[in-house]
């Protein structure tokens, strides 16, 4: 063997491969219990007591990122050593250590309870590929890795040097406070960089468009342990944004796209106000992707031109629509979508659902058909007209519907908590209660107003925190067999709290939640109304486990809700997440309806149960029982309600 390791020696660097191989073959026999390539290792590498450090090491070290990756010859590893050496030099140098040392020592493994045959080998020893090569079959090298980190650098002097065409750089306090960068700081390279990226972004945000700040450099002072920085900085003109191209679109107007951003030519060239008017875009739905660009050159007026890219999204789509629960039954139905109906971002809904199978306060087949038109920025950029025309059909055993609406209405979003809306609504229909059919035509003006600090964009999505405030008044006439005026008033809060602030939970794992409604008719009596739009309670919108509208007054002997002109109703719920897809839930609901127009009057009924949740992509699967604890004559004795997303 000495031989052997005496010829490769001498062709080191130069196809020592291929000579090793030679050799091999003239051997006299195989070498007895001599490991063959490829060679396994375990790799170590020795903490230094800075978590951040350390994790720099483990993420540069290829020995140990790629030591379960197929083995490799002792040769081949021996070049992952010699790699590893400036990979971690270059780790240290980058938290400040640019007097560090890098310590490799490889041991022979071997079996469980046997001993290093050779003791441990330096990773620079030129003769290491063939002790390794040397190695008994079955062992792996066991490779560990220490870092000496000597002294901490610190930053010197900091030196801000013009470009040619600037003259000599003085920061405001704006940019001063961006750059951050002082003498005596930690030379670590991420916040040398950090700074140079913030400058010049504090320069762009102030109109110097053509700004740029250089890749620093550096000279490294052994005797002080300190590093000394030199930025180039060119500011460029101040200026402002010159004209809007826009690209890739096919269906939408272009004059839709420039009322909708929320820049315009001429104003002052910003990036973060540049992105929000991208990202305003893309949030409209129209588009599959949005780009915003900008050359490196003026427009001969020393503006800066901006180029918008399109990719317009699918058109249509169709979707399903179902939900079950044993007071109302199932539903189920199909949705059609035409998006961008006339080029300014229109949507056209078109609706078709078969309601009322199989509900314990159903007395058969009913449906619900209707067309939703959605006009966006109508009148003003935070404002939508939207328009309904729709056909029900309700067999419920407090009274027989069938109707045909049409309303219009305004919503606008007043800030990001806060919406409005206001419109009118015909509706003509024939109820039939108690085996007396009536038909009524009523005009009815709905205000409402929304209130929402939970943070949550979607509404499925579970809130973990935060209020919701929904408030309505809606005066109505009712023209048929004389007029009858009434205004329908309804207000909602519900309120979550994450046990996370106690230290009772991690975040958004425990969550209790409340919700209050209260209701009231003005204006006209309990029978002086159309039984659709008299104040109800019962179901998973105001008391689980009633049925739907099984709170409340009924006639005598039967199952008919009579309904009231005043209504009230609370719910708690602790919601408790399970693993990452599941969880459960525990609640209790109470209400009452009264013919009084004073809330809090009447029979008090209370339900509780329990679900259990599956998180999805698009929000939580929902199941919950319930139970009545005081059950009225002809109630039921249980419900069971199917959706998707929470109750509240």
Same mark, same amino acid.
Request: glycine residues 12%; without cysteine; hydrophobic residues 40%.
């Given at each position: 063997m000495r031989h052997l390791r005496l010829a490769v020696r001498a062709r080191r660097g130069v196809g020592y491969v291929s000579l090793f191989a030679v050799l091999t073959v003239l051997l006299p026999g195989p070498p007895a219990a001599f490991a063959a390539d490829p060679q396994d290792y375990t790799t170590t590498i020795r903490p230094t007591g800075n978590a951040d450090l350390d994790a720099a090491l483990r993420a540069s070290s290829d020995l140990l990122s790629l030591q379960k990756t197929q083995a490799v010859s002792p040769f081949a590893l021996t070049g992952r050593i010699h790699n590893d050496y400036s990979r971690l030099i270059s780790a240290l140098e980058s938290y400040g250590y640019y007097a560090g040392a890098i310590t490799i020592t490889i041991s022979d493994g071997g079996h469980k309870g046997s001993t290093p045959a050779d003791g441990a080998q330096d990773g620079r020893d030129?003769? %290491?590929? &063939?002790?390794?090569? +040397? #190695?008994p079959a079955g062992h792996k090298a066991q490779i560990s890795i220490a870092a000496s980190t000597g002294p901490l650098f610190r930053i010197g002097t900091v030196t801000l040097n013009p470009d040619q065409a600037d003259g000599p750089i003085h920061l405001n306090p704006t940019e001063a406070a961006a750059f951050g960068m002082k003498p005596g700081a930690a030379a670590q390279a991420e916040a040398v960089l950090t700074a140079g990226a913030s400058l010049q972004t504090a %320069?762009? &945000?102030?109109?110097? +468009? #053509?700004?740029?700040?250089?890749?620093?450099?550096?000279?490294?002072?052994p005797a002080t342990h300190t590093l000394d920085i030199a930025y180039t900085v060119h500011r460029g003109p101040v200026v402002n944004l010159g004209a809007f191209a826009f690209g890739g679109l096919q269906r939408t107007h272009p004059a839709y796209i420039a009322r909708r951003l929320t820049i315009a030519p001429g104003e002052l060239y910003q990036p973060s106000r540049i992105e929000r008017a991208r990202q305003d875009i893309a949030a409209t739905g129209l588009f599959s992707d949005v780009q915003v660009n900008h050359g490196d050159t003026l427009a001969p007026d020393g503006s800066?031109?901006?180029?918008?890219?399109f990719h317009e999204g699918k058109?249509?789509?169709?979707?399903?629509?179902?939900?079950?629960?044993?007071?109302?039954?199932?539903?189920?139905?199909?949705?059609?979508?035409?998006?961008?109906l006339f080029g300014n971002a229109e949507r056209l809904r078109l609706t078709a659902l078969i309601t009322g199978l199989g509900g314990s306060a159903e007395q058969g087949l009913g449906y619900d058909f209707y067309a939703d038109l959605m006009k966006p920025d109508f009148g003003s950029r935070q404002q939508n007209l939207s328009a309904r025309i729709e056909g029900i059909k309700q067999e419920l055993y407090s009274y027989r519907q069938t109707a045909l609406l049409a309303r219009i209405g305004v919503v606008r979003h007043v800030n990001r908590h806060w919406n409005v809306s206001f419109g009118g609504q015909i509706e003509q229909e024939q109820i039939e209660q108690m085996r007396t059919t009536n038909s009524y035509f009523i005009l009815s003006v709905p205000l409402t107003a929304n209130y929402d600090g939970t943070g949550v964009d979607n509404p499925i999505t579970p809130a973990t925190h935060g209020v919701r405030v929904g408030a309505s008044i809606t005066p109505s006439a009712s023209l048929t067999d004389g007029t009858s005026f009434f205004a329908i008033m309804q207000a909602t809060v519900s309120t979550y709290f994450d046990l996370k602030n106690f230290g009772l939970s991690r975040p958004g794992r425990s969550v209790l939640a409340f919700r209050g409604t209260i209701g009231n008719v003005e204006g006209a009596s309990t029978f002086a109304i159309p039984p659709d739009q008299r104040l109800y309670a019962g179901?998973?919108?105001?008391?689980?486990?009633f049925r739907y509208q099984g709170v409340g007054p009924q006639f005598a002997n039967t199952r008919y809700a009579i309904g009231g002109t005043s209504m009230d109703a609370g719910s708690f719920e602790y919601r408790q997440r399970i693993l990452q897809k599941f969880?459960?839930?525990g609640f209790i609901d109470a209400g009452q309806v009264t013919a009084d127009r004073t809330p809090f009057q009447g029979t008090v009924r209370v339900g509780a149960g329990a679900g259990a949740r599956y998180y999805t992509p698009i929000g939580p699967v929902r199941l919950d029982v319930a139970v009545p604890l005081n059950r009225p004559a002809k109630g039921d004795t249980w419900e069971l309600y199917v959706g998707l997303g929470e109750t509240f």
């Amino acid at each position: 063997m000495r031989h052997l390791r005496l010829a490769v020696r001498a062709r080191r660097g130069v196809g020592y491969v291929s000579l090793f191989a030679v050799l091999t073959v003239l051997l006299p026999g195989p070498p007895a219990a001599f490991a063959a390539d490829p060679q396994d290792y375990t790799t170590t590498i020795r903490p230094t007591g800075n978590a951040d450090l350390d994790a720099a090491l483990r993420a540069s070290s290829d020995l140990l990122s790629l030591q379960k990756t197929q083995a490799v010859s002792p040769f081949a590893l021996t070049g992952r050593i010699h790699n590893d050496y400036s990979r971690l030099i270059s780790a240290l140098e980058s938290y400040g250590y640019y007097a560090g040392a890098i310590t490799i020592t490889i041991s022979d493994g071997g079996h469980k309870g046997s001993t290093p045959a050779d003791g441990a080998q330096d990773g620079r020893d030129p003769d %290491l590929p &063939e002790w390794m090569q +040397a #190695l008994p079959a079955g062992h792996k090298a066991q490779i560990s890795i220490a870092a000496s980190t000597g002294p901490l650098f610190r930053i010197g002097t900091v030196t801000l040097n013009p470009d040619q065409a600037d003259g000599p750089i003085h920061l405001n306090p704006t940019e001063a406070a961006a750059f951050g960068m002082k003498p005596g700081a930690a030379a670590q390279a991420e916040a040398v960089l950090t700074a140079g990226a913030s400058l010049q972004t504090a %320069l762009t &945000e102030e109109g110097y +468009a #053509l700004a740029h700040v250089s890749t620093p450099q550096a000279w490294l002072r052994p005797a002080t342990h300190t590093l000394d920085i030199a930025y180039t900085v060119h500011r460029g003109p101040v200026v402002n944004l010159g004209a809007f191209a826009f690209g890739g679109l096919q269906r939408t107007h272009p004059a839709y796209i420039a009322r909708r951003l929320t820049i315009a030519p001429g104003e002052l060239y910003q990036p973060s106000r540049i992105e929000r008017a991208r990202q305003d875009i893309a949030a409209t739905g129209l588009f599959s992707d949005v780009q915003v660009n900008h050359g490196d050159t003026l427009a001969p007026d020393g503006s800066m031109p901006l180029d918008f890219g399109f990719h317009e999204g699918k058109r249509h789509s169709v979707g399903a629509e179902g939900g079950y629960s044993t007071d109302l039954g199932g539903r189920a139905g199909v949705t059609w979508t035409h998006n961008n109906l006339f080029g300014n971002a229109e949507r056209l809904r078109l609706t078709a659902l078969i309601t009322g199978l199989g509900g314990s306060a159903e007395q058969g087949l009913g449906y619900d058909f209707y067309a939703d038109l959605m006009k966006p920025d109508f009148g003003s950029r935070q404002q939508n007209l939207s328009a309904r025309i729709e056909g029900i059909k309700q067999e419920l055993y407090s009274y027989r519907q069938t109707a045909l609406l049409a309303r219009i209405g305004v919503v606008r979003h007043v800030n990001r908590h806060w919406n409005v809306s206001f419109g009118g609504q015909i509706e003509q229909e024939q109820i039939e209660q108690m085996r007396t059919t009536n038909s009524y035509f009523i005009l009815s003006v709905p205000l409402t107003a929304n209130y929402d600090g939970t943070g949550v964009d979607n509404p499925i999505t579970p809130a973990t925190h935060g209020v919701r405030v929904g408030a309505s008044i809606t005066p109505s006439a009712s023209l048929t067999d004389g007029t009858s005026f009434f205004a329908i008033m309804q207000a909602t809060v519900s309120t979550y709290f994450d046990l996370k602030n106690f230290g009772l939970s991690r975040p958004g794992r425990s969550v209790l939640a409340f919700r209050g409604t209260i209701g009231n008719v003005e204006g006209a009596s309990t029978f002086a109304i159309p039984p659709d739009q008299r104040l109800y309670a019962g179901g998973s919108a105001t008391v689980r486990g009633f049925r739907y509208q099984g709170v409340g007054p009924q006639f005598a002997n039967t199952r008919y809700a009579i309904g009231g002109t005043s209504m009230d109703a609370g719910s708690f719920e602790y919601r408790q997440r399970i693993l990452q897809k599941f969880g459960a839930v525990g609640f209790i609901d109470a209400g009452q309806v009264t013919a009084d127009r004073t809330p809090f009057q009447g029979t008090v009924r209370v339900g509780a149960g329990a679900g259990a949740r599956y998180y999805t992509p698009i929000g939580p699967v929902r199941l919950d029982v319930a139970v009545p604890l005081n059950r009225p004559a002809k109630g039921d004795t249980w419900e069971l309600y199917v959706g998707l997303g929470e109750t509240f």
